[in-house]
């Protein structure tokens, strides 16, 4: 049995895929025989962040992060947002000379940009700086491995993920009453999404949203036709996703998308442009279509087997991503020993 600490800006009662990927990681470790502390902005003071309330972002300092990880005393720290509790905890690590892994969750610099005249170059020097040291920096596909390689990331490593395919199967379908057939988005309404990018298209039927943001009530009002639900969670949102015809997966900027694995599961098929994340988890005429022209795509996936969607997603556990990321991990003497000459260049 190991002590695991992960600590993470991203926490409920946030809806993402980093959430996701976390909560199923800790059951399994914890299933696993291991202990495991989650780290989050619940333990501290914090404030909303500008433009997202919903998300809480930690007053943390590094005095805070040292004597909660020297109370743990775990084997392994990894690092997953690069938040404020993020650097905390890393200064924190490389003071006591104790090796973590972090993993590489969110387009920081784009999202950035989308907002602010910041160069990306700028903004990826800050992020480079901050997975500089760690032993390992975590990946979800190849794609996003070979695109942070060429931005000189070092020591990049594969973490894939899983789909709850008990829970996300197509007996979960919902009637909503709407004219089909039906594409469904689920995901943050913000402008980072390109949601614009799908609800713009002409197609018949009808479009829905799942989810909630920044950027929704201005969509509303400029596409009155489609329908937003707003947050839908656990049965519900799986039944959401089983009425649909097809998922539209609009975003450009996403590592991964587990909302994919979740509408493969309920036998939905993907639309989405061949862009990292959408690339190495759609299979053209398998589990969705990858085009260029996004309508293209949603015409081409609605002609998928549904059978096909569903066997796709049964080739993604959450336990083999678990195992996974145990893997990454670098395992040494608990935190606060005095033994910790191996942290990477500390």
Not at 66 to 83: D, Q, S, Y
Not at 106 to 111: G, I, L
Not at 214 to 234: N, Q, V
Not at 312 to 327: D, G, I
Request: proline residues 7%; aromatic residues 10%.
């Amino acid at each position: 049995m190991n002590k695991i600490a992960i600590v993470t800006d991203a926490w409920h009662p946030q809806i993402n895929g980093v959430v996701t990927t976390l909560t199923q990681t800790v059951k399994h470790l914890e299933n696993m025989g291991h202990r495991v502390k989650v780290i989050n902005p619940h333990l501290f003071r914090s404030i909303p962040c500008p433009s997202y309330p919903e998300i809480r972002l930690a007053l943390a300092w590094t005095r805070q992060l040292k004597k909660l990880l020297t109370e743990f005393a775990p084997n392994a720290v990894h690092i997953a947002t690069e938040g404020p509790l993020g650097w905390a905890a890393r200064s924190a690590c490389l003071k006591k000379k104790f090796p973590y892994t972090t993993s590489y969750h969110t387009r920081f610099p784009e999202y950035i940009k989308m907002r602010f005249p910041i160069p990306l170059s700028w903004s990826y020097t800050v992020v480079r700086k901050f997975h500089k040291q760690a032993t390992r920096v975590m990946v979800a596909t190849l794609a996003l491995r070979d695109e942070l390689s060429q931005r000189n990331f070092p020591n990049t490593a594969p973490w894939s993920r899983g789909v709850n395919t008990e829970l996300f199967q197509p007996d979960t379908r919902i009637d909503l009453g709407v004219e089909g057939p039906v594409q469904v988005y689920v995901g943050r309404v913000a402008v980072e999404k390109n949601i614009e990018a799908f609800l713009s298209l002409d197609l018949p039927g009808t479009k829905v949203i799942v989810g909630d943001g920044p950027a929704r009530k201005e969509l509303e009002r400029k596409y009155p036709e489609a329908l937003f639900a707003g947050y839908r969670r656990g049965k519900e949102l799986a039944g959401y996703i089983a009425n649909a015809d097809v998922m539209v997966f609009p975003s450009l900027t996403d590592t991964f998308g587990v909302v994919m694995l979740e509408a493969n599961g309920c036998g939905v098929p993907v639309a989405a442009y061949p862009v990292t994340g959408p690339i190495n988890v759609v299979k053209n005429g398998v589990n969705g279509w990858l085009d260029q022209d996004l309508q293209i795509a949603v015409h081409k996936a609605m002609e998928v087997s549904r059978e096909s969607c569903r066997n796709t997603a049964l080739q993604y556990s959450w336990k083999a991503c678990s195992e996974q990321f145990f893997n990454n991990l670098e395992i040494v003497e608990p935190f606060g020993s005095s033994n910790h000459a191996s942290a990477a260049n500390a």
